[in-house]
């Protein structure tokens, strides 16, 4: 694959789960769930990451999903194994890329109320508009990081359903 090609996958799963969480194109997903989406995994367990873990109190729902995605396709499939060296060095660039490239807006930690409480109400423009450019942000992190260990992803079509 060459890079030009490598880029155009990072930039369509960035954009899937870009227009996925903002909802203006389609029916708005949840964080976590507009990157289970992107990368074409079930999305119903990532519903509980919504809002920092539905309460807002727990860490980016986003944040969380990025590395969840990385354990779907770096961790072993055997419950009972360690931590594959693969899924540890992932997780390792992938927390180095969110800390250096990902935009808090002033917050001191990754909470979602502190990332929000900027905003004097959770749905307004403002809002959306600075958590779905964290969604896009880890989207493209995560593409990234899946690439680079070697795994074949692929940018599929919003599903009109």
Not at 17 to 37: N, P, Q, T
Not at 74 to 84: E, I, K, N, Q
Not at 95 to 110: F, M, N, Q
Request: glycine letters at 8%; proline letters at 5%.
């Amino acid at each position: 694959m060459t890079d030009e090609e490598r880029n155009q996958i990072v930039w369509s799963i960035r954009e899937k789960a870009r227009i996925l969480y903002e909802g203006r194109e389609v029916a708005h997903r949840s964080c976590g769930i507009a990157l289970a989406e992107a990368f074409n995994l079930p999305t119903r367990p990532y519903q509980a990451l919504r809002r920092g873990g539905i309460s807002g109190d727990g860490f980016c729902g986003a944040v969380v999903a990025g590395q969840l995605v990385l354990g779907e396709y770096l961790g072993y499939p055997d419950p009972t194994a360690p931590v594959s060296l693969q899924l540890r060095e992932a997780i390792a660039l992938y927390a180095r890329e969110i800390a250096r490239r990902l935009e808090r807006g002033g917050s001191p930690t990754l909470v979602c109320n502190d990332l929000v409480k900027r905003f004097p109400m959770f749905h307004s423009d403002e809002r959306v508009d600075f958590c779905t450019a964290i969604v896009a942000v880890v989207a493209e992190v995560v593409a990234q990081v899946l690439i680079h260990y070697g795994v074949q992803i692929e940018a599929t079509p919003i599903s009109s359903a």
